[in-house]
């Protein structure tokens, strides 16, 4: 009965890695259609040498970028505010997160999914601790001022307004 449960739970374990690889290849699938429909990409460079290129099998690469995304619209947008503290904040919060990319990586999927670590099943309450959230929830709110800005321009530009007549014609 054991030993089946624990062949359940790796499945579980598998399948949930496996539906986070889904979702990585259907978002650079999409990335790539859009940049198509964009005409920023000729048909015939539409191939597998083009998704590896923009780093299709580079998970960590890819948050790397994010990251510098994240930060960079931040400090910016601080920059031009004049706001010249809370850039130096952003600016030293970068520089402590930049290295840190694959282990918050970890510490995302652990706080999500069943750990399998020294041959022992993990909780996700088990595997992060108080801090590790603290410092996961600052990144989100990070992230959450950069999208509400980038909303508000969409909105303020009529920039799907613009998507939807430029594709229906």
């Known amino acids: 009965m054991l030993l089946t449960s624990i062949r359940t739970q790796k499945y579980y374990i598998k399948m949930e890695r496996l539906k986070g690889h889904i979702h990585s290849i259907i978002s650079h699938l999409a990335k790539t259609l859009f940049r198509f429909l964009l005409k920023e990409v000729e048909i015939t460079e539409l191939n597998y040498g083009y998704l590896k290129s923009i780093g299709f099998e580079h998970h960590i690469k890819k948050l790397d970028e994010s990251v510098l995304k994240m930060f960079a619209s931040s400090v910016y947008n601080s920059t031009l505010q004049n706001n010249t503290e809370f850039t130096e904040k952003l600016t030293e919060m970068y520089e ?74």
Do not use: C, H, W
């Not at 990586?105 to 909780?123: A, E, M, P, T």
């Not at 992060?128 to 959450?144: F, G, P």
């Open 96 to 169: 402590g997160v930049k290295g840190r990319v694959n282990e918050f990586n970890n510490l995302k999927n652990r706080s999500i999914y069943i750990s399998y670590i020294d041959n022992n099943f993990v909780k996700p309450t088990d595997s992060i601790s108080i801090d590790n959230v603290e410092e996961m929830k600052l990144l989100a709110d990070i992230q959450l001022i950069n999208a509400e800005r980038l909303l508000e321009r969409i909105r303020k530009e009529d920039f799907l307004e613009g998507l939807k007549n430029r594709f229906s014609n």
